[in-house]
């Protein structure tokens, strides 16, 4: 399996900017998290303890972490980059897309880039998020500031910079 587009496309960005380590947030099948370990990045891995399980047992990657999603806010990594495909997608309201993004936050050192890439409405099984201007309510009062947005066939991606201290 490939890495997402997004994260394909701006890899050339990324290492324009000199980043070197990045966090998965939600990494599902790794298959970003593989894609960015090919390309030379330190690569730590968020998710749910028993996908992290299922990670440390099979996954034979050099990883540089595995990060419990109930304990991401006393992490404070300072990564380079952020991404978070879908996951915002999947989550149960706005309380726990709030939660993510402050996780995310947290874990970013100044001047950061946070990947932020949702399916387009009407897509199964996602709903919700699915407008810039709505990943913009919900990440820029936070203490972001919008870079750039690929808008894909499917999903829709948009890059952002941590500015300010929340």
């Not at 587009?5 to 998965?24: E, H, N, Q, W, Y």
């Not at 099979?58 to 978070?84: F, I, Q, T």
């Not at 919700?128 to 990943?135: A, D, M, N, P, T």
């Amino acid at each position: 399996m490939v890495a997402a587009a997004s994260v394909m496309r701006l890899t050339p960005l990324f290492k324009a900017r000199g980043i070197c380590t990045a966090l998965d947030y939600g990494a599902g099948t790794l298959r970003n998290s593989k894609y960015l370990l090919k390309k030379g990045f330190r690569v730590w891995v968020l998710d749910t303890e028993e996908k992290l399980e299922k990670y440390a047992r099979n996954s034979g990657l050099p990883l540089a972490g595995l990060v419990e999603a109930g304990e991401a806010r006393r992490c404070c990594l300072e990564v380079d980059l952020a991404l978070a495909n879908f996951v915002l997608n999947v989550l149960g309201g706005p309380k726990e897309r709030r939660a993510v993004v402050e996780n995310i936050y947290w874990n970013l050192r100044p001047g950061g880039l946070y990947l932020a890439e949702v399916a387009k409405k009407g897509r199964e099984p996602w709903e919700g998020i699915v407008h810039s201007r709505e990943l913009d309510e919900l990440i820029v009062p936070i203490g972001f500031l919008k870079l750039k947005v690929l808008d894909m066939t499917t999903s829709l991606a948009v890059l952002y910079e941590k500015v300010t201290k929340m």
